[in-house]
């Protein structure tokens, strides 16, 4: 404890900066005067942060700078579903973590339909990284020279870009021009990666090449026509990370055994709801709450929590037809990965491990087109249930239950 205390007097007294703290001690100790400082410092306690179960040593630097200690959220389980999917395949118990009352129940009620109605279909339909560096010209001559360069040369920029990376591949460069801006989206192949820092590595590479073969000076490595961590209606269209969708068809019985209403009321539901209310709304998501199961599956397998934002991107559709419901739904620009970042703590390793999703996949990729697969199937259970409580007037009783 004096180490402690004298590390937080030094911080204190402005001897030592926060960051500093691991050049004078181990990492666990560093943690530990931070949170006596917050202790000193603010009206705060913070015991309870400082009992984690990942190494201090490991996360320093790789995951986090200024260590204090972890957070924790309520860890639930919704299932076991049934998937049919190119990656994925067989029943599955789907983790969530979540602060959010009734979500997990209510993901468990949609995997339940799904299940009785044999199962729901999964496929990656697109795969592609995107990093969009943004480009200084003198005008638009000189941006369409550029423009046609990079069409004509692709090859020499994925030699460059590829030459970082032993596992990314580059798939296509396509040139934007506004004016004397020229934006080069570049997307990749990233594996089982998500991806996010092999794409910038290996575009600053490709920029250099752009920079000595044209006239484009680069202005900023990300230029937000990629589009990362932001509603934009690019992702919508074209996809970021893994486009995966997921459908199942439901019986009538069964509809009406686990909803308690009909394949007619859910479809008029999702239509007015989903569809119509979105488009008048100028939604980019038309659907009920798909970011609810991406966040919470996100948080249970060490995704990027700020890339819910383009998890978001999720058409949900409803038909009714004459002995069944059918129901899908398309998430254009879900951003996963089973290697790096998050996945690598012990928690979120481990609702990796629930999925059997862990790590590198054999072929490379084929583990993150499976998660991706099984965050589809999440969400196309956590629409049905949410649609069909609006369908039936169950939302609030359901809630005044188990969310408050």
């Not at 199962?119 to 990656?124: F, S």
Request: hydrophobic share 40%.
């Amino acid at each position: 404890m004096s180490d402690v205390s004298d590390l937080a007097d030094r911080v204190q007294s402005g001897e030592l900066r926060l960051y500093e703290l691991e050049d004078h001690a181990d990492e666990a100790t560093a943690a530990a005067a931070r949170r006596e400082l917050l202790r000193r410092e603010t009206e705060s306690d913070p015991d309870a942060v400082g009992g984690f179960s990942f190494d201090a040593g490991d996360v320093h630097g790789s995951n986090i700078e200024n260590l204090v200690g972890g957070v924790q959220v309520p860890l639930g389980v919704a299932g076991p579903v049934a998937v049919n999917g190119e990656a994925a395949d067989g029943e599955y118990y789907l983790p969530l973590a979540t602060t959010e009352g009734a979500l997990v129940a209510s993901v468990n009620r949609g995997c339940s339909a799904i299940r009785a109605g044999g199962g729901a279909t999964a496929r990656v339909l697109k795969n592609g990284m995107t990093r969009a560096p943004v480009f200084r010209v003198a005008d638009v001559a000189e941006a369409k020279t550029v423009a046609e360069w990079v069409r004509e040369n692709e090859d020499a920029l994925a030699e460059a870009a590829e030459s970082t990376t032993s596992h990314g591949e580059l798939q296509s460069v396509t040139p934007y021009v506004v004016g004397d801006s020229v934006f080069l989206r570049f997307s990749y192949d990233t594996k089982d990666a998500m991806g996010m820092n092999m794409a910038t590595i290996a575009t600053g590479e490709a920029a250099d090449v752009v920079e000595a073969e044209t006239p484009a000076e680069l202005v900023a490595l990300s230029g937000n026509l990629c589009s990362d961590k932001k509603p934009a209606a690019i992702n919508a269209v074209e996809g970021r990370g893994r486009t995966v969708s997921a459908d199942v068809r439901i019986p009538r019985e069964v509809v009406k055994e686990r909803f308690n209403t009909t394949p007619e009321a859910i479809e008029e539901a999702n239509t007015r709801k989903n569809l119509v209310g979105s488009a008048k709304a100028g939604a980019l998501g038309f659907n009920a709450h798909a970011a609810n199961v991406v966040a919470a599956m996100f948080l249970a397998t060490g995704q990027d929590a700020a890339q819910v934002v383009e998890g978001s991107n999720t058409i949900t559709t409803v038909e009714a037809r004459e002995d069944e419901l059918y129901a899908s739904v398309n998430l254009a620009s879900l951003e996963v990965g089973t290697v790096g970042g998050g996945t690598k703590l012990p928690t979120q390793a481990e609702g990796l491990d629930v999925l059997g999703v862990r790590g590198g996949g054999d072929p490379a990729g084929s583990n993150a087109d499976a998660l991706a697969e099984l965050i589809a199937t999440g969400v196309l259970a956590g629409e049905l249930s949410l649609v069909s409580a609006l369908a039936s007037r169950n939302l609030s009783s359901a809630h005044e239950e188990l969310g408050r």
